[in-house]
């Protein structure tokens, strides 16, 4: 099932291209997203709605050992391993489009994400304090060039990356309500996640069309 999802996505084949060097994905009906991560924890992003997101649904080509974890609710959540040899994970996390996670993989390897692509506009709750999140569409682009900035962010929200390669996290980006500028430019890849520490709630919603 999951392999012949991936196989009607790429016959589709409307717009394949290459987002970043890591990344490829085909903007389609039914759509696929390859993610390159490295060994260790990768913060990555649903760009995609398998209609049921959970990450048996989503994930495809994770070796036996790898481990998942979302932040909810101001903490980590318990670790979600996966066995290759049932092909299940401890706990089948449900991974909406635009919600971020950590995954921990035990040597570099290639994900795919499947799902559709859909058009129209895409939202992504956002609660008070720090969470994870990533566009909820197949975009990549300046932190301004994914919708990131104002009204969806106020003055003093901060959002921060994490470094697969270094395995930290990068630093603190603030916001200037008053010159509606981040402190320093920040590039987010396709299916990439961020912490996002916000005064108050919000919403932050994005339009993708299919051409």
Do not use: C
């Not at 970043?20 to 649903?46: E, H, M, R």
């Not at 697969?164 to 990439?192: C, I």
């Amino acid at each position: 099932m999951k392999t012949k999802v991936l196989l009607i996505g790429a016959a589709l084949g409307l717009a394949v291209g290459s987002a970043s060097a890591d990344t490829v994905f085909s903007s389609n009906v039914v759509g696929y997203v390859n993610l390159d991560l490295v060994k260790g924890w990768n913060l990555v992003a649903n760009p995609l709605d398998a209609g049921v997101n959970t990450l048996e649904a989503l994930i495809q080509g994770v070796p036996d050992g790898t481990a998942v974890m979302k932040f909810q609710n101001g903490a980590f959540t318990a670790l979600s391993g996966y066995d290759e040899l049932f092909e299940a994970w401890e706990i089948d996390y449900s991974i909406n489009p635009g919600e971020g996670f950590f995954i921990n993989v035990p040597e570099p390897v290639t994900v795919t994400f499947v799902g559709e692509v859909k058009a129209g506009n895409h939202s992504v709750a956002i609660p008070a304090g720090w969470s994870m999140v990533g566009s909820p569409t197949p975009v990549a682009g300046t932190l301004d060039e994914i919708g990131f900035a104002a009204p969806v962010v106020e003055d003093g929200d901060s959002v921060m990356a994490w470094n697969p390669v270094a395995q930290s996290y990068s630093s603190v980006n603030g916001y200037d309500e008053l010159f509606e500028a981040w402190e320093f430019d920040q590039t987010v890849a396709v299916g990439e996640a961020f912490f996002v520490n916000k005064a108050s709630a919000a919403t932050w919603t994005r339009t993708f069309e299919i051409k």
